[in-house]
């Protein structure tokens, strides 16, 4: 139980930690444009994101 205590539970917290650090620091910013894509609709219509914009 000690061992868990010295090694697991400090690399489970880094981890946890980074990850946090990670997603706050690499989404998109406001004003951002979304990546194009490309897919196909239900009904088999092609649908590309770049066609709504404004």
């Not at 620091?25 to 404004?54: H, N, R, V, Y």
């Amino acid at each position: 139980m000690n061992k868990f205590f010295k090694f697991v539970l400090p690399a489970i917290a880094l981890a946890y930690f980074g990850f946090q650090f990670y997603v706050k620091f690499s989404g998109a910013e406001e004003g951002d444009l979304a990546p194009d894509f490309e897919a196909e609709l239900i009904d088999g219509t092609p649908f590309k994101l770049s066609e709504l914009q404004g």
